[in-house]
């Protein structure tokens, strides 16, 4: 498939010279579900800002739906369809009124308007309270007219900038299955940011992992994963000191690979985890060091985060993984 999002190089510097974006390519094939994928402030919603044409790059190549950003705005601009963080909703208007507004805005007009009109109240499921005032929904529901808001045109390529951020459980799994289905059914090309590792996880078949400004990681989430050499071994060691010696002892032990600081501990990766425990146990005991917390699981996006970064995406929100503690 060809790709229908170019980018190459694109960096965008604010007025008080804040790199926001630093030389960044990338691309997104017709019909793909793709993740930007990174924690507050890496940069996801300047990118995404200046693809929609809300933001002025600073320099790079970039061409959406076939169209220059620089030479075609306005044909960029009636090729997509764009869902904010922020709902534009008016609260005063009622949600079919407020599909008419958008759809007007589009050049849509008569039965043809009216008929997409019911359309998308049935996809989103408000069918049965489009005539009540938007001010009187939830917050699920808000965000799901606003995306059958952002598709009142039937635009080829959807722009979502952390469309769940927000939103309940349940609210969050409605929006997914929404999507997916706008991807998988009907062919839609998705450029999603995110900073929930399970929204990446479950929905992009491809990701890009930014991190101030800049790229860290291109792949599918299993690539990414599966990059990280096997099973996540999580130590929790309290004492810096220790942490440090028990750093070198690990490097020591036959099978464990990409070794690196975790938040209060230390994280590592062996294909053979389970078997590799007891050796672990072994030589730090023997240096007198007992951790606190030993566990292993599956490695996730958020591993993938912290080996290139050093950190976790986000400290108050990792991802839910199932974990099985050792007591050591």
């Not at 062919?187 to 400004?213: K, M, N, P």
């Not at 989430?221 to 599966?226: D, N, V």
């Amino acid at each position: 498939m060809p790709d229908i999002i170019t980018v190459e190089g694109l960096s965008v510097v604010y007025p008080d010279g804040t790199k926001a974006v630093s030389d960044i390519s990338f691309g997104v094939k017709e019909g793909e579900f793709f993740g930007f994928l990174g924690p507050n402030g890496a940069g996801k919603s300047t990118t995404i800002k200046a693809l929609t044409t809300l933001l002025r790059k600073t320099a790079g190549k970039v061409s959406v739906a076939g169209y220059d950003l620089d030479r075609s705005p306005r044909e960029i601009r009636r090729s997509i369809g764009v869902l904010s963080q922020e709902t534009s909703l008016d609260v005063d208007l009622t949600g079919r009124e407020n599909l008419r507004l958008q759809g007007r805005l589009q050049q849509l007009h008569g039965k043809i308007l009216e008929e997409r009109i019911e359309e998308l109240l049935k996809l989103v499921q408000l069918e049965d309270v489009g005539n009540k005032p938007a001010g009187r929904y939830s917050g699920g529901m808000r965000k799901r007219l606003d995306l059958a808001s952002a598709l009142i045109h039937e635009p080829k390529l959807l722009f979502l900038d952390e469309p769940t951020t927000g939103l309940d459980t349940q609210s969050r799994v409605a929006i997914w299955e929404y999507l997916e289905g706008l991807n998988k059914k009907q062919g839609i090309t998705i450029f999603l940011t995110t900073q929930y590792l399970e929204e990446a996880d479950r929905l992009c078949r491809q990701l890009s992992v930014i991190d101030h400004g800049q790229l860290v990681a291109n792949g599918t989430p299993s690539e990414l994963k599966a990059a990280l050499g096997g099973d996540a071994i999580t130590l929790t060691i309290e004492d810096s000191g220790l942490r440090s010696r028990a750093k070198e002892i690990l490097k020591t032990i036959q099978g464990l690979t990409n070794i690196s600081d975790s938040e209060g501990g230390i994280v590592a990766y062996a294909k053979n985890a389970g078997e590799i425990i007891a050796d672990i146990v072994t030589a730090l005991q023997a240096s007198g060091i007992r951790p606190s917390f030993l566990s292993i699981s599956s490695p996730t996006l958020d591993d993938v985060f912290l080996r290139q970064t050093g950190r976790r995406i986000r400290s108050d929100e990792l991802s839910r993984r199932e974990t099985e503690p050792f007591l050591v």
